[in-house]
């Protein structure tokens, strides 16, 4: 059982976001449980509370006491509430210590001192449970990150504790990888586990949690069983900035009309990765001043495709014709750019009005202006002297499509732009694509979420074994095609 | 350029050592190669050492490396032999201190290079725990290893992107290159590494008991000889470092 | 983790291989240079003004004595894996157990001190050309005894032995030089960011 009594924190760098007031909650053995809201609710400190890294780890300002079967964990070290609790974060990439799987899945229990023999018992067990023999005695870098984030919840499970915590696991997901969590999660709740989860994405999750916490400005505004939440009218859910609670049915209001009948040409794209053809786009047409939906499962070639459409791989074939002009690779590189998943790798200087100066060619004082008004089409106005690091992803994104739009690019491709975004913050994401479509680029936007492709996209690229499968815009059979994809299908061992 | 040191694949080909045998070479041809004296018995260890990690490189299933091992060593020993008499002056130092000095360092470097290829990090902690060293030196050793990766691909992304927004060496720019190519790599890396810290730490890193280990390592066969061989090539140099081997000497 | 107590805890020792693995990327990345030999001696300069960018970072983490040991222990322990010697190994302990003194003496927070400390640590550099002149040594004695006594000297004059106390004030002024440089950095960047 746990239980959250007048629990009150903040951080020690005063920070708004992520405080909690006064919270209060039992969550009974067994029960799987909910916790939504929008970025900046407490959501996260809420689980740091439950594994013990506030107030550990991360310092502040804490009153109240939480209670994992009775005892306060409050004052517990780290490792002893380590047996206790399982943690699964976001970010697949930061959280393994070893560098092979089974170091991995061996590390939390030697940490404890637990007994060789032991150890390799349970690994046996997690391994048989998970279904992940595949992934044994693998280097994790070599890993893909739904990959990652099994071992995460294996290494998680290896503990054995009573209680899981996970933080937004589905982030950096595919709908494949989503699905095979949501059968861990199955797994767990029906050995008894406690699990409490905080997650942006829910659709994957109605039918696996049993009560729904929902979070508002540090506070549990609301305690739904989860046959009331799922009640809830759509309207209502995106009002509480919560993401669709079902997969989404495609019913697309706009429609793309090209101003002009301008086409983008991709011709002859060829690329191999230790000898084995990873990319093949022999001819593809796009109308320009689209947004492309560039759609598929991990590790078929979508982010491949991006980095040759950019110039980036140096190996790879390929050239692309605008409006008549053909561009090889070496060209692309100033005709194209990619807004990365993390945007922080392509922010270099000390403040934002710099950042988008970087990119403009000739005196720096006419610039200025230009780059004002840049900055204030894409809201950035109060960040202007901020440092680009210091802002928060979304904005830091803005930031390098800003510097983008100041070069002059006609091609600019997003990668995942709204991968572990709230409603909120995912809408803002579409309205800024909107907005560069209306200033004619031709977007292309690698991503899972469909209630972002709902929202903008007009074409498709569907890329299956590196080489593109369908393509075309919206109609009856590729919204099909779209719902079957991210649709709620199991898949079959 | 691949920073996964020690990360090796388990299921490595042919010849498998144990850590601590790797570390005793890698001392042993320190001490004797490369800082060795040269003449008499040098004559007969130094050779033998540089044969060890080449031989080991060769079983391991990397002959390329152990054959450009082998070319770089001949040509260094043909050029002090033959070359070095012929010329004089300022071109006869350069070129036998270069023979000399790369003759020296390939040793230790192809063991180096063969340990960090073959060692995953569990082995090499499973034998620091062996050898009793402080935890205070394991956990941060093994931290820095699965790093190193991590870094490499931040700074590979940071270089995707410098690329594409056409930052380069050369112009005004190339001053400000180190603080675009290393401040966001900084910052990146840092961001991942307190994740890191704090997974590892839910996870009981720090606990106050004796670390067990699943990773098994142990002596063979070869290791006992490679170590009997070293520690006797040590006593021999010692003998005669004290007179007692004049004969050999 | 508690940052109040004097000992050093897991967080400590994370953070200190997360900083080593950076610091040491950032070297190497330049390390290549010195496969030209004429950059060999040359790396003396650059490496501990650029290691100075991390370096300066890792100070502002670092509150408790023994942590700059245990990286210059790691550095050394790293040279010695890839077959460098084990001279780093010394020079590492030595150079890292005074820069934890120096930067205990600025009481963990003194700006010029932490300067002082990249230069100190940077000592540790040495190590990786300690073989160059022990090599020297034997191949003075081997000299002798195959070229006479006049080649001996050319050698001398070539590579003295104070070269070796020049390079290490070489190492210990770029690390001021590195220091400057990544204090600075830590002003426009890193504070301003948020992560120093």
């Given amino acids: 059982m746990i239980e959250f009594q007048n629990v009150s924190f903040a951080y020690e760098n005063g920070d708004h976001a992520g405080q909690l007031h006064n919270i209060n909650f039992t969550i009974p053995d067994g029960q799987v449980v909910l916790l939504c809201g929008e970025s900046g609710c407490g959501k996260t400190t809420l689980t740091r509370l439950l594994n013990g890294l506030i107030p550990s780890y991360y310092e502040g300002r804490l009153e109240g006491s939480v209670f994992i079967d009775g005892k306060s964990i409050v004052e517990k070290p780290l490792y002893e509430i380590a047996s206790l609790t399982g943690s699964v974060f976001q970010n697949p990439r930061s959280q393994f210590f070893a560098v092979d799987t089974n170091s991995e899945l061996a590390f939390g229990c030697e940490n404890l001192g637990i007994a060789e023999n032991e150890i390799i018992a349970r690994m046996k067990r997690t391994v048989a449970e998970l279904h992940i023999e595949t992934l044994m005695d693998r280097s994790i870098f070599a890993l893909s990150g739904g990959e990652k984030q099994k071992i995460a919840c294996a290494s998680a499970a290896m503990m054995e504790p009573e209680v899981f915590v996970l933080d937004e696991p589905s982030s950096n997901l595919d709908i494949k990888s989503i699905r095979e969590l949501a059968e861990v999660i199955t797994l767990w709740k029906n050995q008894g586990k406690t699990i409490l989860i905080a997650e942006h994405r829910l659709s994957y999750l109605m039918d696996l949690a049993d009560r729904v916490l929902y979070m508002k400005d540090g506070q549990i505004e609301n305690d739904f069983s989860i046959a009331d939440f799922r009640k809830i009218p759509p309207d209502e859910i995106s009002r509480m900035g919560l993401r669709s609670l079902y997969p989404v049915t495609f019913h697309n209001h706009h429609t793309f009309t090209a101003k002009n009948k301008d086409e983008i040409i991709l011709s002859d794209f060829r690329f191999a990765y230790a000898e084995s053809l990873v990319l093949k786009v022999e001819h593809l047409v796009i109308p320009q001043g689209s947004i492309v939906g560039v759609i598929g499962n991990n590790g078929a070639g979508k982010t491949t495709f991006a980095r040759c459409l950019c110039g980036l791989e140096k190996k790879a074939s390929g050239a ?99 991968s572990g975004l709230d409603f909120r913050h995912m809408e803002e994401v579409a309205n800024v694509l909107r907005k560069l479509q209306k200033a004619g680029k031709t977007l292309f936007i690698i991503t899972h979420d469909p209630e972002l492709i709902e929202r903008c996209c007009d074409y498709f690229i569907f890329i299956e074994n590196g080489e593109v499968s369908w393509h075309g815009g919206w109609n009856l059979q590729n919204k099909q095609q779209l719902e079957l994809f991210f649709g709620p299908q199991r898949k079959r061992r | ?51 060890i990690p080449i031989l080991l490189l060769f079983c391991f299933g990397k002959k390329k490396a152990a054959l450009v091992c082998v070319i770089i060593y001949v040509t260094c020993y043909l050029g002090e032999q033959f070359v070095v008499p012929v010329t004089t002056g300022a071109t006869n130092f350069v070129l036998l201190f270069l023979c000399g000095f790369i003759s020296r360092v390939l040793p230790g470097l192809a063991m180096g290079y063969y340990t960090v290829r ?33 870094v490499g691909e931040e700074y590979h992304a940071i270089g995707d992107a410098m690329r594409m927004r056409g930052i380069r060496f050369g112009g005004k720019k190339t001053v400000k290159m180190l603080e675009y190519r290393f401040v966001p790599m900084m910052i990146c890396s840092i961001k991942i590494g307190e994740e890191l810290s704090a997974a590892a730490l839910t996870r009981g890193l720090g606990a106050p008991v004796r670390r067990t280990n699943i990773c098994k390592i142990g002596f063979k066969a070869l290791d006992i000889v490679l170590i009997t061989f070293c520690a006797v090539l040590f006593i021999l140099t010692i003998l005669r470092k004290i007179g007692l081997l004049g004969v050999l000497a | 983790m508690n940052t109040k107590t004097a000992r050093i805890g897991a967080k400590d020792l994370v953070t200190v291989g997360i900083y080593s693995a950076i610091y040491l990327v950032i070297t190497c990345a330049l390390a290549f240079l010195s496969l030209i030999p004429i950059m060999y001696p040359l790396m003396t300069i650059i490496c501990p003004i650029v290691g100075g960018i991390p370096f300066m970072l890792f100070l502002t983490k670092t509150k408790k004595f023994g942590m700059i040991t245990i990286m210059g222990i790691l550095m050394g322990l790293v040279m010695l894996l890839t077959g460098m010697g084990y001279w780093s190994l010394i020079t590492g302990v030595i150079a890292g157990l005074l820069a934890d003194l120096v930067w205990k003496a600025g009481r963990y927070s003194s700006a010029k001190m932490s300067i002082v400390t990249n230069g100190v640590f940077s000592l540790w550099y040495i190590g990786n050309y300690m073989a160059v ?50 204090k600075s950095l830590l002003k426009k960047h890193f504070k301003k960011a948020g992560i120093a």
């Fill in chain 1, 320 to 418: 692309i014709t605008i409006k008549g002009k053909t561009y090889l690779r070496k060209k692309r590189l100033n005709q194209c750019y990619m807004v990365m998943q993390n945007p922080s790798h392509q922010l270099f200087t000390e403040d934002v009005l710099d950042e988008v100066l970087l990119s403009m060619d000739g005196d720096e004082e006419e610039n200025r202006p230009i780059a004002e008004k840049i900055l204030s089409d894409l809201n950035l106005t109060p960040f202007t002297e901020r440092h680009p690091m210091s802002l928060s992803g979304g904005q830091q994104q803005r930031v390098a499509v800003a510097s983008a739009v100041a070069s002059g690019r006609e091609i600019m491709i997003f990668d995942e732009p709204t």
């Fill in chain 3, 133 to 182: 002149f022990v090599t020297r040594e034997a191949y003075f004695q081997h000299a002798v005894e195959s070229y006479g006594q006049a080649w001996a000297d050319t050698i001398q004059t070539y590579l003295p032995n104070w070269m070796a106390v020049v390079l290490l004030i070489v190492c210990f002024i770029s690390g001021l030089v590195g220091g400057l440089i990544g």
């Fill in chain 2, 1 to 51: 350029m691949s920073w996964e040191l020690l990360s090796a694949s388990k299921k490595s080909k042919g010849v498998t050592l144990d850590p601590r045998t790797k570390l005793i070479v890698l001392i042993t041809i320190c001490f004797l190669v490369l800082g060795g004296e040269g003449g008499g018995l040098a004559l007969v260890t130094k050779p033998m050492l540089t044969a």
């Fill in chain 2, 118 to 150: 073959t060692t995953t990090v569990s082995e090499l902690v499973a034998a620091m725990q062996r050898i009793h060293l402080t935890e205070k030196l394991i956990i941060p050793l093994s931290v820095m290893f699965r790093f190193f990766p991590t």
